[in-house]
């Protein structure tokens, strides 16, 4: 569904779009893609989209880094 915000679920991990959670963060959805490339976050790409999970973004605001 084209413009969900609904976190897809793969392999017992939640993993959500980019743009709501660089609106969150006060953030360009580029930078979340970069910490993904350089480990600090965990998410994947389908297709042309990435997607990062929710628990790693959790993780990385709990150690206060980003």
């Not at 660089?22 to 350089?38: E, G, M, N």
């Not at 976050?41 to 150690?63: C, D, F, N, P, T």
Request: charged residues 25%; aromatic residues 4%.
């Amino acid at each position: 569904m084209a413009g969900t915000t609904q976190p897809d679920e793969i392999v017992g991990e939640r993993f959500v779009r980019l743009a709501p959670v660089a609106r969150q963060l006060d953030v360009a959805p580029s930078t979340i893609v970069s910490a993904i490339l350089r480990g600090q976050l965990r998410g994947l790409k389908v297709g042309k989209h990435w997607r990062v999970s929710e628990q790693s973004i959790r993780e990385m605001l709990e150690r206060g880094s980003g």
